[in-house]
């Protein structure tokens, strides 16, 4: 099976105020259902008020990020899936419950993960 990064930055969701509360609830709902369907590795939404920072192979850190991922919030969901269709399935569920559009991306095959 192949996992799948399913995703959406936070400036997509479309919600109404007073709404966040439902869209947790959906969204955690369908979190569930792909834990009891055995298909769930990780997720979860990125922390925003913790900015990035970048740690060299000597330990230094400094802060920021490359130029090209500065953008990297949202909520994020790994699942081992069987097929990509099974994957853009999954999405559409999300979408649903996330009310935004989902990124799907399949991460190479790694027999020891």
């Known amino acids: 099976m192949t996992k799948y990064l399913i995703s959406f ?23 569930q259902e792909a834990k009891d369907a055995g298909v769930w590795v990780f997720g979860g939404g990125i922390d ?15 802060q920021g990020t490359y130029p090209q991922t500065a953008q990297i919030e949202g909520g ?9 269709d099974a994957a853009l399935e999954w999405a ?15 991460f190479h095959y790694d027999p020891d993960s």
């Open 9 to 31: 930055p936070s400036a997509a969701m479309d919600v109404p105020p007073g709404g966040l509360e439902a869209v947790s609830e959906t969204s955690h709902a369908v979190v």
């Open 48 to 62: 925003e008020s913790i900015p990035p920072v970048m740690v060299s192979g000597d330990g230094s850190v400094s």
């Open 92 to 106: 559409a569920k999300f979408a649903t419950a996330c009310r935004c559009a989902q990124e799907v991306r399949a």
């Open 76 to 84: 994020y969901s790994v699942l081992d899936l069987p097929s990509y």
